[in-house]
């Protein structure tokens, strides 16, 4: 395929634009007892369905395994290729668990460049499978920006204010924003449009509210950190300093 064609296809798909949904995986297979010839078997077949792909084993066995990465022009996500992989391997390994499964499933990541298979290009022996793509493989990896998203999603240790920030971003556009402006976005989520899921605690619902706020700001204030006694004694201290330096 021309690049200008490829390129029409994976970066103007509105597909591509989906979240979580990305042309280029790389995954590795690590069964407990080594990987066999039939899990290979069949894990050849697949590849060989996909639009290009690479495939290589490591050690031998009880240590056997495999590493592999796809290019599809069609975005997947890590769900949808993880369910392929599980299948096989459940299919021909007698002993599969959900131990396997899940390092499986955590062997599994967007490919952001060639490094993944370059760093086993040098081990011809190895490979088992190697039709890379017929164009520039960059055009299958995600964007500068998709990847500093996906960066700051994975380090963010609050995913439900994370994921709201980003639909404020839209809404608001980098304007000015009061609690008030929050609020009602808020409340308008959770009532009118249904698209955030309710609290009903009246408490909770108005601490949340705040919270966000805050969130979205960026920075809080030292009084929503501290007791009402301990925030007293702070600013006293603050003002006698002061009262100090006069003096």
Same mark, same amino acid.
């Given at each position: 395929?021309?690049?200008?064609?490829?390129?029409?296809?994976?970066?103007?798909?509105?597909?591509?634009?989906?979240?979580?949904?990305?042309?280029?995986?790389?995954?590795?297979?690590?069964?407990?007892?080594?990987?066999?010839?039939?899990?290979?078997?069949?894990?050849?077949?697949?590849?060989?369905?996909?639009?290009?792909?690479?495939?290589?084993?490591?050690?031998?066995?009880?240590?056997?395994?495999?590493?592999?990465?796809?290019?599809? $022009? +069609?975005?997947?996500?890590?769900?949808?290729? @993880?369910?392929?992989?599980?299948?096989?391997? %459940? &299919?021909?390994?007698? =002993?599969?668990?959900?131990?396997?499964?899940?390092?499986?499933?955590?062997?599994?990541?967007?490919?952001?460049?060639?490094?993944?298979?370059?760093?086993?290009?040098?081990?011809?022996?190895?490979?088992?499978?190697?039709?890379?793509?017929?164009?520039?493989?960059?055009?299958?990896?995600?964007?500068?920006?998709?990847?500093?998203?996906?960066?700051?999603?994975?380090?963010?240790?609050?995913?439900?204010?994370?994921?709201?920030? $980003? +639909?404020?971003?839209?809404?608001?556009?980098? @304007?000015?924003?009061?609690?008030?402006?929050? %609020? &009602?976005?808020?409340? =308008?989520?959770?009532?009118?449009?249904?698209?955030?899921?309710?609290?009903?605690?009246?408490?909770?619902?108005?601490?949340?509210?705040?919270?966000?706020?805050?969130?979205?700001?960026?920075?809080?204030?030292?009084?929503?950190?501290?007791?009402?006694?301990?925030?007293?004694?702070?600013?006293?201290?603050?003002?006698?300093?002061?009262?100090?330096?006069?003096?």
């Amino acid at each position: 395929m021309e690049e200008e064609n490829i390129h029409e296809v994976i970066h103007e798909n509105p597909v591509h634009k989906r979240e979580g949904h990305y042309n280029s995986w790389s995954f590795t297979i690590r069964p407990l007892r080594g990987i066999s010839e039939n899990t290979l078997t069949k894990v050849i077949l697949w590849l060989d369905k996909q639009d290009f792909g690479f495939a290589c084993l490591e050690m031998e066995g009880e240590a056997r395994h495999l590493h592999g990465q796809i290019w599809i $022009k +069609e975005p997947r996500t890590k769900g949808t290729i @993880n369910k392929s992989l599980e299948n096989i391997c %459940a &299919r021909t390994i007698e =002993d599969w668990s959900p131990a396997q499964n899940l390092v499986l499933r955590r062997g599994t990541k967007i490919a952001y460049n060639d490094g993944f298979v370059e760093n086993y290009l040098n081990k011809e022996e190895n490979i088992i499978f190697n039709n890379p793509p017929d164009c520039p493989s960059e055009f299958f990896y995600p964007s500068q920006e998709e990847q500093e998203e996906v960066q700051a999603k994975s380090s963010s240790r609050n995913s439900q204010y994370y994921e709201l920030k $980003k +639909e404020w971003k839209k809404f608001n556009e980098n @304007n000015a924003f009061s609690l008030e402006d929050v %609020a &009602r976005w808020l409340m =308008d989520r959770m009532y009118k449009y249904d698209t955030f899921k309710i609290i009903e605690d009246d408490k909770r619902r108005k601490q949340f509210t705040k919270s966000l706020y805050y969130y979205l700001k960026g920075q809080g204030t030292l009084k929503m950190m501290l007791t009402e006694e301990d925030y007293l004694k702070t600013t006293q201290h603050y003002n006698q300093m002061l009262m100090e330096q006069k003096i």
